[in-house]
């Protein structure tokens, strides 16, 4: 490697960036996150800058999302911990009770298990003449969305973050993979990508083979400004830099622009029409000549 491809990290297909301003950007990055677990490390190897660590992915897909059950091999093994999907978007393991109303039995029960204590002969008392319920614990809360053990199906509400340790050398569907993977997700990569969003509406997909960390670290560390989605990719339209622009203004404002739109198209194509007019004028006119100069001869 000669030194200038050295002064150089790749941050995607046919795409680099200098290694001065990546280190520049990832002190920004670094500063912001002082003292948090999202700060990143870098290392080379062999000329090569590799950072790694923490990436944070915002949860933005619209249909559920399917995980995969317990297979023979993990059978042995207790069931990963649903809290590792998003924190805090694992509220609590609940029943259809209300938290109140378990609290109220679970006290109504130990003060009854007591009683029965002093009861002639050791009689066990069943919960159901306590007035007690079975809890049923067969469903997670994900702040208001529900995932179902039975049915393995689960819908991340849209904004909820998790995250996911990477290094920059990482492309899109490796990210993507090891995404998936963590959490068990049985749907395939390929109904997903990643996208960063801004908070003008702008919102680029991230291709295949690009290195979402880098990009993190280029894009800067306020996720006030601008995050990193996983959506579903039939369900999203990337948004440029000029479309962004408008789509935060009033249904009136935004109404008046798709009419002056409409008004430069008309005028575009009228112009567009003369122009192809006057060429068809021209040409007849040449072949004309021709066929005149043809019965002369």
């Not at 150089?8 to 280190?23: A, D, M, W, Y």
């Not at 297979?71 to 694992?90: C, F, I, V, Y």
């Not at 670290?217 to 989605?229: D, T, W």
């Not at 339209?237 to 198209?265: C, G, M, N, R, W």
Request: net charge positive; charged share 30%.
């Amino acid at each position: 490697m000669d030194s200038e491809d050295s002064d150089k990290v790749q941050i995607g297909e046919n795409k680099f960036v200098s290694k001065s301003i990546l280190l520049s950007q990832l002190n920004t990055y670094n500063l912001y996150y002082k003292g948090e677990a999202l700060q990143l490390r870098h290392r080379e190897e062999e000329g090569e800058l590799i950072i790694e660590g923490l990436l944070n992915v915002f949860w933005g897909v619209q249909r559920p999302i399917r995980l995969q059950m317990q297979d023979e091999k993990e059978a042995g093994r207790p069931r990963p911990s649903l809290t590792s999907l998003s924190q805090p978007l694992l509220q609590s393991s609940v029943s259809r009770d209300p938290p109140e109303i378990i609290e109220q039995q679970e006290s109504t029960h130990s003060h009854r298990l007591a009683r029965t204590k002093t009861d002639v002969g050791g009689r066990r008392i069943s919960g159901r003449r306590l007035g007690i319920r079975r809890v049923q614990r067969n469903r997670c809360s994900f702040n208001g969305h529900f995932y179902n053990h039975k049915t393995a199906v689960f819908t991340p509400k849209f904004g909820s973050v998790t995250n996911v340790r990477v290094n920059s050398c990482m492309t899109t569907a490796q990210v993507m993979r090891l995404l998936l993977n963590k959490f068990k997700i049985e749907n395939s990569p390929d109904e997903f990508s990643l996208y960063i969003v801004h908070a003008s509406g702008e919102r680029h997909q991230l291709k295949p083979n690009d290195h979402p960390l880098a990009l993190r670290v280029l894009q800067g560390p306020c996720e006030q400004v601008s995050k990193m989605f996983l959506m579903e990719t039939d369900q999203v339209e990337e948004v440029t830099h000029d479309v962004a622009q408008y789509i935060k203004f009033e249904l009136p404002v935004l109404q008046s622009f798709i009419a002056k739109l409409q008004e430069e198209e008309e005028r575009e194509m009228q112009k567009l029409k003369k122009r192809y007019a006057d060429m068809r004028r021209i040409i007849k006119k040449y072949m004309r000549s021709l066929a005149d100069s043809t019965n002369v001869t």
